[in-house]
């Protein structure tokens, strides 16, 4: 959405096709239009392996493309970046470009499936101009895996604008006093969806056993999902149900991460989330398992702390150091802060995409 509506228009003229389906932050349909950006919503490009509907949008897509004669198709997401690309080269369009934000195989899925990602991978980068990827470790496990050539990655971080995630432009008490959190608490929270990935059955654990050493720490969940059941009645397992606000499905991140004291993100697998520079931005400290991309967002011990995915215990010492040690608190969120302004700025992202266009097209 950011790059539709911030490529300079005098040089890009540009247009985003999307499925129906919405995500962990929401629908983003009525903020593409509301940017001024032309959107076209395509009913058979469904998240699920479909096999019907998968045929139906590739030759949708491959009609429309032929018919609008693009220079550029750059897909997103790994289904629409297989069947958005053999589209696009059927249709004989001369630049095509895919961003893995995390590469579609990984470590928990089934090995016979996840061997069919990998060949649709390698058949798809052969056909594509360029790979943006978003942490140098994707290049890597993309080239062990025999995707694409070494010239074709291009390392660009899926940025945010700095001005909205500012903790000057919030009002930290205003907003605890709206959500009905103690003035006094220290706030352990996350933003994400509660799916299998985002494994927020451990996170609910680790706040059990944080919330039983702490008696004065508040958990804040915002987001929403298929295991929303599982996580309510975790949290009422665990007694702690009383101190935890789930906020749903927020649009408003810099809003909810003002009430936050701490950053907690027990993923299994990501990509490079947005929301680790989003909650550095806002001056908080990350703890995060070590989960592919997270790996390259967070300094251990300076800017947060990595953690062993699945080690509990591991968590809980690092976030009590964090409640009970406040300066050093402050000095992770504010190196935190400095290095999101340096490596995760809109306008650099914005302006990496521009330039490697320009450079494709002069191929």
Request: proline share 5%.
């Amino acid at each position: 959405m950011l790059t539709a509506a911030l490529l300079d228009k005098s040089r890009f003229q540009v247009e985003v096709l999307s499925g129906p389906q919405t995500g962990s932050e929401g629908s983003l349909i009525e903020e593409v239009r509301q940017r001024g950006v032309q959107l076209t919503i395509m009913p058979e490009m469904v998240r699920e392996i479909s096999p019907r509907n998968d045929l139906l949008a590739l030759w949708k897509l491959f009609r429309l493309m032929r018919q609008k004669r693009y220079t550029i198709v750059h897909t997103h997401s790994s289904k629409a970046g297989i069947i958005g690309r053999l589209a696009a080269w059927l249709a004989g369009i001369p630049v095509i470009v895919h961003t893995v934000h995390g590469w579609s195989f990984h470590e928990h899925m089934s090995p016979v499936v996840r061997k069919t990602y990998i060949l649709l991978e390698r058949i798809s980068a052969a056909y594509t101009s360029a790979l943006i990827v978003v942490t140098q470790k994707d290049i890597d496990k993309g080239l062990k895996h025999r995707i694409g050539k070494p010239g074709q990655y291009r390392l660009i971080r899926s940025a945010v604008p700095l001005d909205e995630f500012d903790p000057g432009r919030e009002d930290r008490s205003a907003v605890r006093r709206e959500l009905g959190i103690p003035a006094g608490a220290f706030v352990m929270g996350n933003l994400g969806r509660f799916s299998a990935q985002k494994n927020p059955l451990d996170w609910v654990c680790l706040a059990g056993k944080v919330g039983r050493r702490y008696p004065q720490v508040f958990f804040l969940l915002v987001g929403d999902g298929p295991m929303r059941a599982q996580v309510e009645a975790a949290l009422l397992s665990e007694g702690i149900s009383e101190r935890t606000l789930l906020a749903g499905l927020r649009r408003d991140a810099a809003y909810m991460l003002a009430a936050m004291d701490v950053f907690v993100l027990t993923s299994l697998w990501e990509g490079l989330p947005r929301v680790i520079p989003q909650a550095m931005l806002m001056g908080l400290p990350v703890v995060a398992n070590r989960a592919d991309g997270t790996v390259e967002a967070i300094t251990d011990g300076k800017t947060g702390f990595l953690c062993d995915p699945g080690d509990i215990d591991q968590m809980c010492e690092r976030i009590s150091n964090l409640i009970e040690h406040p300066a050093e608190r402050l000095s992770m969120g504010h190196l935190g802060q400095e290095y999101a302004r340096r490596e995760f700025d809109l306008r650099q992202m914005i302006s990496q995409i521009e330039i490697l266009y320009t450079e494709l097209l002069a191929n």
